[in-house]
Nanobody
Framework: VQLLASGGGLVQAGGSLRLSCAGS????????MGWFRQAPGKEREFVAT????????SYANSVKGRFTVSRDNAKKTVYLQMNSLKAEDTAVYYC????????????????WGQGTQVTVSS
């Protein structure tokens, strides 16, 4: 399984970005795709998850109502639409799969994308 994250960049506070995570290989062997982020000097933290089957979603409280996770099974791609961005959203964003156990802890995932930088200027 390989994951390739893209779509990061520099945006002003209040703006929007859409991240993509393209998967290859046996991507559907795990039903869950996760998005995490890591700001400088901080631990990697949960952002959102989505299931390939049924599209069931979950969000961290800090992004609920502003971020939307979606998927395109035919393209083996998941997306993270980020609206109303804040300076505190600045981080490297990672997609992950291969979850076992908890879906909201980084240690629960086996495969990771390379990360894409999101910088929100205030």
């Amino acid at each position: 399984v390989q994951l390739l994250a893209s779509g990061g960049g520099l945006v002003q506070a209040g703006g929007s970005l859409r991240l993509s995570c393209a998967g290859s290989g046996d991507i559907f062997s795990s039903n869950v795709m996760g998005w995490f982020r890591q700001a400088p000097g901080k631990e990697r933290e949960f952002v959102a998850t989505i299931t390939w089957s049924g599209g069931r979603t979950s969000y961290a409280n800090s992004v609920k109502g502003r971020f939307t996770v979606s998927r395109d099974n035919a393209k083996k791609t998941v997306y993270l639409q980020m609206n109303s961005l804040k300076a505190e959203d600045t981080a490297v964003y990672y997609c992950a799969t291969g979850a076992s156990g908890s879906w909201i802890t980084p240690s629960g995932y086996r495969y990771w994308g390379q990360g894409t930088q999101v910088t929100v200027s205030s």
